[in-house]
């Protein structure tokens, strides 16, 4: 039974019984891993802690990983960035609630991937850091398919249409799934920015639902299997 010592980002926590959790995480060392942590709901002595356990916390973990197994055990846990307002603005919960339950659905491989968990990290961490956060998700998730295999083509950025199916511009934009006009203003915009220029744009409520619905569809267009998140309707309430 070989120990592992991982960073490891939590994407999801599921009751267990009355006292326990199982945990999935992605880890930097080996990808995604779930684990069992028994009585933690229960116990005030025990080693872990249910806030351990909040969604993409950050954690340096020592790991028993089994063989053959889906569920693995943890020796040690102990958070490496203590968040300093996520976890006291309703604004940065209830995205960060967002972009777990994304991760969750659509981080599946166990092996390394380390740019994509230094992407992810390094986001929340800045998440943590800043107040103006109101477009941070979109552009998280946008950047996020640099990573998944499907970052718009911007070589042709000056033509007239977006297709969300070919992820390249076109000079058809009357085609089915295909951004144009003031939809595809709002979809240009956030192309090329990075999160320390994202304080320059300067959505209305109703353009950042839109947008955010864009980047969704893009999303189902080319992650077999991808669902709407269940969290999107408090997302946008946050936001309203």
Known sequence: ?????????????????????????????????????????????????????????????????????????????????????????????????????????????????????????????????????SNFHLLFLLNLTKFLGFYPDISASHKKGFNLVEGKFTDTPHEKLTLSGTDLTLFKTLLGINFDTINRISFGKQERQRILRFVIKYFELHLEGYRKPKSLDILETVFS
Not at 24 to 31: A, D, I
Not at 51 to 64: D, E, I, M, R, Y
Not at 96 to 111: C, G, H, K, R
């Open 1 to 133: 039974m070989p120990i592992i010592h991982s960073k490891a980002i939590i994407l999801s926590s599921l009751k267990y019984g009355d006292t326990s959790l199982i945990v999935k995480c992605f880890t930097l060392e080996e990808g995604i891993k779930s684990y069992m942590i028994k009585g933690v709901l229960k116990s005030k002595k025990g080693a872990f802690k249910p806030a351990h356990f909040q969604p993409l916390n950050q954690l340096q973990l020592v790991a028993n990983h089994k063989l053959k197994s889906t569920l693995h055990s943890l020796k040690e846990v102990q958070v490496i960035h203590p968040y300093n307002t996520i976890h006291t603005s309703i604004i940065k919960q209830t995205i960060v609630l967002f972009l777990s339950e994304v991760l969750s659905s659509i981080i599946q491989e166990e092996e390394k991937n380390e740019g994509l968990y230094t992407y992810i990290e390094t986001a929340l961490i800045w998440l943590d850091t800043h107040t103006d956060i």
